[in-house]
């Protein structure tokens, strides 16, 4: 099976716009959740999908949002993007009902570079 | 709150010498207990996870993992590290609270092995 695909892998905005990413689950996984990795405060939960509802969020404010479709793909949007945004955002699809009982596979990222 | 520590920033270890990382945790209930490693440009994968029964908890990669209520700690170990292993490794704690559950991750423990 294909793994976690997220796209795009690199992206560079200015400060005040918007960006949406994207994640495609494993196939046959219904729950996806997104991660915030950052140097600074290293990797924190940011929300969690299962049947197009948001399950779980994090702490995030919420120019942080996200969506689950029918077929399990998953976007998150971050508005009126900040420096601080700068982050690798790691998505990972789990075969269950989600939760952190349910193995999660990641994906590879993508880096986001706010100038 | 429910946190992780990872005492150790570094780490580097000789190719084939025997390797222990530290994982400290703070949590209130029975804990779930998982070790990640993440590859230069890679997103995590899952190297082994504790939920309960046996304390000595075997993972891919020959990596195993022992919990200890009594020290509130989770070290992963390998006896005999491969170049190969050079990663940053991440412990973490399933968290629960109202409405939520997801995982709280360390800082991370970066591993480098030498010739």
């Known amino acids: 099976k294909a793994g976690v695909t997220q796209t795009p892998r690199y992206l560079i905005k200015t400060r005040g716009q918007q960006v949406t990413l994207s994640c495609s689950p494993i196939?046959?996984?219904?729950?996806v959740s997104w991660y915030q990795q950052t140097p600074g405060q290293g990797l924190q939960f940011l929300f969690e999908?299962?049947?197009?509802?948001?399950?779980n969020k994090g702490n995030f404010p919420g120019r942080f949002s996200g969506r689950q479709f029918s077929n399990s793909r998953s976007e998150m949007n971050v508005s009126t993007l900040e420096l601080g945004d700068s982050a690798l955002y790691l998505c990972?699809?789990?075969?269950?009902?989600?939760?952190?009982?349910?193995?999660?596979?990641f994906g590879p990222g993508t880096r986001l570079t706010v100038l | 709150a429910q946190s992780v520590t990872q005492p150790d920033i570094h780490i580097t270890v000789s190719e084939g010498a025997s390797l222990e990382l530290r994982c400290n945790y703070s949590?209130?209930?029975?804990?779930?207990l998982f070790w990640y490693v993440q590859s230069p440009g890679q997103g995590l994968q899952l190297l082994l996870k504790?939920?309960?029964?046996?304390?000595l908890v075997q993972g891919i990669k020959g990596f195993e993992a022992e919990f200890k209520r009594s020290q509130s700690s989770f070290n992963l170990r390998k006896p005999s590290v491969h170049w190969s292993d050079a990663a940053e490794y991440f412990c973490?704690?399933?968290?629960?609270?109202?409405?939520?559950?997801?995982?709280?991750f360390g800082t991370g423990t970066r591993l480098l092995v030498s010739p």
């Open positions: 999908y299962f049947s197009e509802t948001q399950r």
């Open positions: 973490a704690v399933g968290a629960r609270g109202t409405g939520f559950q997801k995982l709280v």
């Open positions: 990972a699809s789990s075969p269950g009902q989600g939760g952190f009982t349910d193995t999660q596979y």
């Open positions: 504790y939920f309960s029964g046996d304390t």
């Open positions: 949590y209130g209930a029975t804990p779930y």
């Open positions: 196939s046959g996984h219904r729950s």
